[in-house]
């Protein structure tokens, strides 16, 4: 390049035709030196993004494995791990928003007049019990030893106390034959000598009561002022209480747990238990323990005052409704609304 300027100088060319063929040249050198600083500045920036990347990656890993990571394929692993860690947090999260519902069950048979009904309608909301497919509950069949053993399993949640065992004479495809299992494991039911057990049978009353208190341990009486023969002498059948379950019986009328219909002074032990007796009695050993909350009924057997709260605020009102119509005829000196007042009673 620089003979060719040398020549042109000899040939007597002038210096403006020199510079004006050397402008063009020199525009195009500095549009490739731009060129090239900015492809140089490109590929250090990428350079420096990646280090700094690697470089945080690092330094966010655990001891342990900045002293062994020393290779592509760990790298590899740790992105893995980061890929389960979330979606454990995933799983956790999901968990602690879960909520349990409570459902509305109606049964075509129970009316909310029922006796029975708050026991029933309060223990299938929360699926201790259930009806049958076409709706109905049928609270007055009585109660099968499979039926007890399904909603005592559900009630309370007791570790076990022996282990399990096959029945012998219950095919394992019987409805109730993980319940039954379930209960005998936790003391809930015993099973005959060979191991054989009966879950079409009946129970009564008494046997019921027995076994409930036995496996929930409410066999003795903790009261201080109240004796087992005092609790008792409430009932007008009490001396057919066989004697070794007089203790029971009082530990289980002591803690609130027994109800009687129609006449609660009349325990009726030798009768079989019906669907809707069964609930009461469940309902309020479950009760006795927090697990649901407390309400008034008629018919539970309350000697010890359980609910003398509701009998008193029920007595106040009474008396405030006496005395409030006593006032009205003190200040009614008008002949006319004497009348008046007179024909409104009657027609009451």
């Known amino acids: 390049m620089s003979q060719v300027f040398y020549r042109l100088l000899l040939n007597g060319t002038s210096l403006a035709t020199l510079l004006a063929l050397l402008t063009p040249l020199l525009a195009s050198l500095t549009a490739l030196s731009l060129l090239a600083d900015h492809s140089a500045a ?7 993004s990646e280090a ?6 690092v330094a966010e890993l655990p001891e342990d494995q900045l002293k062994d990571d020393d290779d592509d394929d760990d790298d590899d692993d740790d ?12 799983t956790e999260v999901i968990r602690e928003t879960r909520t349990t519902t409570v459902t509305e069950v109606t049964y ?7 006796w029975a009904s708050n026991f029933i309608y309060r223990l299938a909301a929360i699926d201790i019990v259930s009806g049958y497919p ?6 007055n069949t009585y109660l099968t030893k499979a039926h007890y053993a399904a909603m005592i399993t559900k009630a309370f949640n007791k570790t076990a106390v022996r282990e399990v065992v096959n029945i012998r004479n219950v095919s394992r495809n019987y409805w109730a034959y993980t319940a039954l299992e379930e209960a005998y494991a936790k003391g809930f039911i015993d099973l005959a000598d060979d191991d054989t057990f009966d879950p079409e049978s009946t ?11 036995r496996s929930l341990g409410y066999t003795e009486v903790t009261s201080t002022t109240k004796t087992v023969s005092e609790i008792l002498s409430v009932f007008t059948d009490a001396d057919e209480i066989p004697t070794q379950y007089r203790e029971i019986v009082a530990a289980l ?11 609660v002074t009349e325990l009726k032990l030798f009768e079989r238990v019906t669907r809707a007796e069964a609930c009461s009695y469940i309902y309020q050993a479950m009760a006795s323990m927090n697990l649901v909350e407390t309400f008034y009924s008629e018919y539970i057997v309350d000697v010890v005052g359980l ?14 409704e006496t005395t409030t119509e006593t006032n009205t005829v003190t200040d009614d000196d008008d002949d006319d609304d004497d009348d008046d007042d007179d024909d409104d009673d009657d027609g009451d």
Request: no cysteine; charged share 25%; net charge negative.
């Open 134 to 139: 076409d709706g109905e509950f049928f609270p």
């Open 203 to 213: 129970l009564t009353k008494l046997e019921m009561w027995v076994m409930l208190a």
């Open 42 to 48: 490109s590929t250090l920036e990428a350079n420096t």
């Open 253 to 263: 009328v002591e803690r609130g747990i027994l109800v009687s219909y129609p006449t």
């Open 52 to 57: 700094n990347a690697t470089s945080t990656q």
């Open 79 to 90: 992105d893995d791990d980061d890929g389960e860690e979330y979606n454990r947090v995933e």
């Open 108 to 114: 075509t048979d129970i009316a909310t007049d029922y």
């Open 307 to 320: 609910f003398d709260a509701v009998e008193t605020t029920t007595t106040t009102e009474t008396i405030t």
